[in-house]
């Protein structure tokens, strides 16, 4: 059938299930923008394309389905660097369309020219600079085929104007053969059995679980395997959600900011199973002392990950999934004895009974940080997506506040991107409109993409901001606190902006919880509220996160 | 080694022994890939983030049209090479690799010499490129090039042979490389 090519991507978003896409207009991607106008495909107009990027990726990551989004060409572009870079480093699958300037203008420093296809050459899984219009379907939907498989990631299509102003017989791609792509999915069967007897000989098993099990939807599998042995478990940042807490079995999250308990079962573990975990230096601590005692068995769909950062003794490739599941199927042949494991429980429990999680609570009315992250839990009883964005609130509330199912808890884990909570939730709640959609964030990552609060307002999008404001950036006065003697430079962020009044002149409701002792009841009205509330809660100014592994020591030498 | 995030100062002896730790064998990788735009800046931008130098890269066309074959060589150590050859597998629009062992495959290059002769030195010039089996491809009043083919050492001994007489100047492919036998590269 002849069309437009920019029809044709159109028919392809909808031949792939699209329904909501996110993006910016601008001069080379008007076409596009035509095309979308009778789509029937809902678009949500940022206000930065940095948002979009976000919005795309919280879609994704709440949905497991592919994020869109559109930006024009130079400007649009380089904004989306961010949410990209994001999306590779926590294997985000996302497809970014940008706009390029025409054929005849590529390389003369046309206006709104920037090299795309180069520039985000190191930040994409694959990318796409259309040469010739018929090329455009084929292309789209190996983007989408690139992105959700294998080790999932952003892909992006470059297209410049003129192309997609031209008529095309478009005819539906049928499938996607892609010679140099073939990841391996089917698990090694002889690794697996190596592993499961593993598994059955370890006196002091830990199971580490990342993001990579949520991204494989293998949360059953692993809950099953840990049930099938009494197995502790403990996940990664990423990997919250993956198996439900709180639980006996649930030794808290590991790594720099993780229990005590969790990391001194990593450091003591005679086998640890990592399944969908990178080994990331925030896990591991002093690289040369992370869980000396241990053998790993190494599950990842990435072949590059095997052995990159930890050597893996029993590596084995592919879908999380289907090889943690044919893991329990082999370990139950085995018929284990969990009255082995009673020594390591006692072991765990006696650090458990030790060294829980605490902080000095107020003896006012002031609200410590950890306390708001204690009230948002009681508040929703857990049942919500939380997003959060980067620093102290984000780690409190990864031990804080606790997630009985994957893909509620939404995350900027790799990159550690400031001002990436809120877009992301908006993306959430627009994947999930069923669910609560709550961002904790801070005073400081909150201002880096703020902008949104009015597309929130715009499309009525009832995503709840708590804003956990101690006028610092915190995480880095608690560094310059503890490791630069306490030369606070550049951290202290003012009293301002308002953002009650800030709320209100975005379209927003604002409100601002002061009260300790209300501070549930308070939370809970105003969750409450329809549309979009943003909720400024003052807490203690100078608190620090901990337990805490110091930069470049072990687990076992964790601070406060 | 200090954290960066810690104040700990950072000595300039730690740096440049954690950077001495890459030089090790040479590799002559090969990677057959599709011709698609961008493939050699993908590949040349993988060893750049790790911190390789490559030293010699020469891409050239297949049996098969749509396939190009990239040879190149760089120095590194076991290990951090291997994250490199994991990381060119995930390109998408990489069909395969194989890191040559010199016993199993033969590896050749070319190398073009421009060197000063006249009268007097002409004969002895011609003596040796006869012994490296070289040709002589151009000859001018005071100059002659020179055309080398065989393995690096072999370019390389020529070029210590013929420095003395005045070399001008001097250009090389780098190496291609097949494996040995029926098996494929």
């Given at each position: 059938?002849?069309?437009?090519?920019?029809?044709?991507?159109?028919?392809?978003?909808?031949?792939?299930?699209?329904?909501?896409?996110?993006?910016?207009?601008?001069?080379?991607?008007?076409?596009?923008?035509?095309?979308?106008?009778?789509?029937?495909?809902?678009?949500?107009?940022?206000?930065?394309?940095?948002?979009?990027?976000?919005?795309?990726?919280?879609?994704?990551?709440?949905?497991?389905?592919?994020?869109?989004?559109?930006?024009?060409?130079?400007?649009?572009?380089?904004?989306?660097?961010?949410?990209?870079?994001?999306?590779?480093?926590?294997?985000?699958?996302?497809?970014?369309?940008?706009?390029?300037?025409?054929?005849?203008?590529?390389?003369?420093?046309?206006?709104?020219?920037?090299?795309?296809?180069?520039?985000?050459?190191?930040?994409?899984?694959?990318?796409?600079?259309?040469?010739?219009?018929?090329?455009?379907?084929?292309?789209?939907?190996?983007?989408?085929?690139?992105?959700?498989?294998?080790?999932?990631?952003?892909?992006?299509?470059?297209?410049?104007?003129?192309?997609?102003?031209?008529?095309?017989?478009?005819?539906?791609?049928?499938?996607?053969?892609?010679?140099?792509?073939?990841?391996?999915?089917?698990?090694?069967?002889?690794?697996?059995?190596?592993?499961?007897?593993?598994?059955?000989?370890?006196?002091?098993?830990?199971?580490?679980?990342?993001?990579?099990?949520?991204?494989?939807?293998?949360?059953?599998?692993?809950?099953?395997?840990?049930?099938?042995?009494?197995?502790?478990?403990?996940?990664?940042?990423?990997?919250?959600?993956?198996?439900?807490?709180?639980?006996?079995?649930?030794?808290?999250?590991?790594?720099?900011?993780?229990?005590?308990?969790?990391?001194?079962?990593?450091?003591?573990?005679?086998?640890?199973?990592?399944?969908?975990?990178?080994?990331?230096?925030?896990?591991?601590?002093?690289?040369?002392?992370?869980?000396?005692?241990?053998?790993?068995?190494?599950?990842?769909?990435?072949?590059?990950?095997?052995?990159?950062?930890?050597?893996?003794?029993?590596?084995?490739?592919?879908?999380?999934?289907?090889?943690?599941?044919?893991?329990?199927?082999?370990?139950?042949?085995?018929?284990?004895?969990?009255?082995?494991?009673?020594?390591?429980?006692?072991?765990?429990?006696?650090?458990?009974?030790?060294?829980?999680?605490?902080?000095?609570?107020?003896?006012?009315?002031?609200?410590?940080?950890?306390?708001?992250?204690?009230?948002?839990?009681?508040?929703?009883?857990?049942?919500?997506?939380?997003?959060?964005?980067?620093?102290?609130?984000?780690?409190?509330?990864?031990?804080?506040?606790?997630?009985?199912?994957?893909?509620?808890?939404?995350?900027?884990?790799?990159?550690?991107?400031?001002?990436?909570?809120?877009?992301?939730?908006?993306?959430?709640?627009?994947?999930?409109?069923?669910?609560?959609?709550?961002?904790?964030?801070?005073?400081?990552?909150?201002?880096?993409?703020?902008?949104?609060?009015?597309?929130?307002?715009?499309?009525?999008?009832?995503?709840?901001?708590?804003?956990?404001?101690?006028?610092?950036?915190?995480?880095?006065?608690?560094?310059?606190?503890?490791?630069?003697?306490?030369?606070?430079?550049?951290?202290?962020?003012?009293?301002?902006?308002?953002?009650?009044?800030?709320?209100?002149?975005?379209?927003?409701?604002?409100?601002?919880?002061?009260?300790?002792?209300?501070?549930?009841?308070?939370?809970?009205?105003?969750?409450?509220?329809?549309?979009?509330?943003?909720?400024?809660?003052?807490?203690?100014?100078?608190?620090?996160?901990?337990?805490?592994?110091?930069?470049?020591?072990?687990?076992?030498?964790?601070?406060? | 080694?200090?954290?960066?995030?810690?104040?700990?100062?950072?000595?300039?002896?730690?740096?440049?022994?954690?950077?001495?730790?890459?030089?090790?064998?040479?590799?002559?990788?090969?990677?057959?890939?599709?011709?698609?735009?961008?493939?050699?800046?993908?590949?040349?931008?993988?060893?750049?983030?790790?911190?390789?130098?490559?030293?010699?890269?020469?891409?050239?066309?297949?049996?098969?049209?749509?396939?190009?074959?990239?040879?190149?060589?760089?120095?590194?150590?076991?290990?951090?090479?291997?994250?490199?050859?994991?990381?060119?597998?995930?390109?998408?629009?990489?069909?395969?690799?194989?890191?040559?062992?010199?016993?199993?495959?033969?590896?050749?290059?070319?190398?073009?010499?421009?060197?000063?002769?006249?009268?007097?030195?002409?004969?002895?010039?011609?003596?040796?490129?006869?012994?490296?089996?070289?040709?002589?491809?151009d000859v001018q009043r005071r100059t002659v090039i020179v055309e080398v083919t065989g393995t690096h050492a072999k370019v390389e001994a020529f070029e210590r042979m013929v420095r003395p007489f005045g070399l001008i100047e001097m250009a090389r492919t780098g190496e291609i490389a097949l494996s040995r036998g029926r098996s494929e590269t």
């Amino acid at each position: 059938m002849m069309m437009r090519a920019v029809d044709a991507i159109m028919e392809c978003l909808k031949a792939e299930g699209v329904d909501v896409v996110f993006g910016y207009p601008g001069g080379a991607n008007l076409p596009t923008y035509d095309a979308m106008y009778d789509s029937g495909i809902r678009h949500i107009l940022v206000r930065h394309e940095a948002g979009g990027g976000h919005a795309a990726e919280g879609y994704a990551k709440a949905s497991g389905k592919v994020g869109v989004c559109f930006a024009t060409s130079g400007p649009g572009a380089t904004n989306i660097v961010t949410p990209l870079t994001d999306a590779m480093m926590d294997s985000v699958p996302v497809v970014f369309f940008t706009g390029q300037v025409r054929t005849d203008l590529l390389g003369t420093d046309g206006f709104q020219e920037a090299d795309t296809f180069g520039m985000t050459m190191p930040i994409v899984k694959h990318s796409f600079m259309i040469q010739h219009p018929t090329e455009i379907p084929r292309a789209v939907h190996e983007a989408f085929h690139i992105a959700r498989s294998g080790r999932p990631g952003p892909v992006l299509i470059d297209m410049p104007t003129d192309l997609t102003r031209v008529e095309i017989d478009y005819e539906p791609v049928g499938d996607v053969r892609l010679p140099g792509y073939q990841p391996t999915t089917e698990g090694n069967q002889k690794q697996i059995r190596i592993a499961a007897k593993a598994l059955h000989n370890a006196r002091r098993p830990v199971l580490y679980v990342g993001g990579g099990a949520i991204q494989a939807n293998a949360s059953a599998e692993v809950t099953m395997l840990a049930r099938s042995d009494n197995l502790p478990v403990t996940c990664t940042l990423m990997g919250l959600g993956a198996f439900p807490a709180p639980d006996p079995q649930w030794l808290g999250m590991l790594g720099m900011h993780g229990t005590r308990t969790a990391n001194y079962a990593m450091d003591e573990a005679d086998l640890i199973v990592a399944i969908g975990a990178r080994f990331d230096d925030r896990i591991t601590g002093k690289l040369s002392e992370f869980a000396p005692r241990a053998k790993f068995v190494h599950i990842d769909i990435d072949p590059a990950e095997i052995s990159k950062n930890v050597p893996a003794h029993i590596p084995i490739v592919g879908d999380a999934k289907n090889i943690v599941g044919r893991l329990l199927e082999e370990y139950r042949k085995l018929e284990p004895d969990s009255s082995r494991l009673a020594g390591w429980w006692e072991r765990i429990e006696g650090w458990r009974a030790q060294h829980p999680l605490r902080y000095e609570d107020s003896v006012d009315t002031e609200i410590k940080p950890q306390f708001l992250v204690q009230a948002l839990y009681e508040a929703t009883g857990g049942d919500c997506i939380l997003a959060t964005d980067i620093g102290q609130h984000q780690m409190w509330a990864a031990q804080y506040f606790h997630f009985d199912r994957p893909r509620r808890w939404i995350q900027s884990g790799g990159l550690g991107t400031m001002g990436f909570g809120m877009p992301a939730a908006m993306g959430a709640a627009v994947a999930q409109p069923g669910l609560q959609t709550i961002v904790l964030t801070g005073d400081g990552s909150i201002q880096m993409n703020m902008q949104e609060f009015s597309t929130l307002a715009t499309y009525g999008i009832p995503v709840k901001t708590v804003i956990m404001n101690n006028g610092y950036l915190g995480m880095v006065r608690q560094w310059q606190e503890l490791f630069w003697d306490r030369r606070y430079s550049a951290v202290e962020m003012s009293q301002w902006p308002d953002f009650v009044m800030l709320a209100e002149a975005t379209g927003c409701a604002g409100m601002r919880l002061t009260d300790k002792t209300t501070l549930v009841e308070d939370l809970r009205a105003a969750l409450a509220v329809d549309g979009p509330v943003v909720i400024d809660v003052p807490v203690t100014k100078e608190e620090c996160v901990y337990p805490m592994i110091a930069p470049g020591q072990a687990a076992r030498d964790m601070v406060g | 080694m200090g954290e960066p995030g810690t104040k700990e100062l950072l000595s300039l002896e730690e740096l440049e022994a954690t950077a001495g730790l890459r030089t090790g064998r040479k590799h002559v990788l090969s990677i057959l890939v599709e011709n698609k735009p961008g493939v050699l800046t993908r590949i040349a931008g993988l060893f750049a983030r790790r911190g390789f130098n490559i030293d010699t890269l020469v891409v050239g066309p297949t049996d098969e049209s749509s396939l190009s074959r990239i040879t190149l060589t760089v120095d590194g150590a076991m290990h951090p090479i291997d994250q490199v050859t994991k990381q060119l597998h995930k390109l998408v629009n990489v069909l395969k690799i194989r890191d040559l062992e010199p016993e199993e495959a033969v590896a050749r290059e070319m190398a073009l010499f421009k060197v000063s002769a006249d009268a007097g030195s002409r004969g002895e010039i011609m003596q040796v490129v006869e012994i490296f089996r070289g040709k002589i491809i151009d000859v001018q009043r005071r100059t002659v090039i020179v055309e080398v083919t065989g393995t690096h050492a072999k370019v390389e001994a020529f070029e210590r042979m013929v420095r003395p007489f005045g070399l001008i100047e001097m250009a090389r492919t780098g190496e291609i490389a097949l494996s040995r036998g029926r098996s494929e590269t």
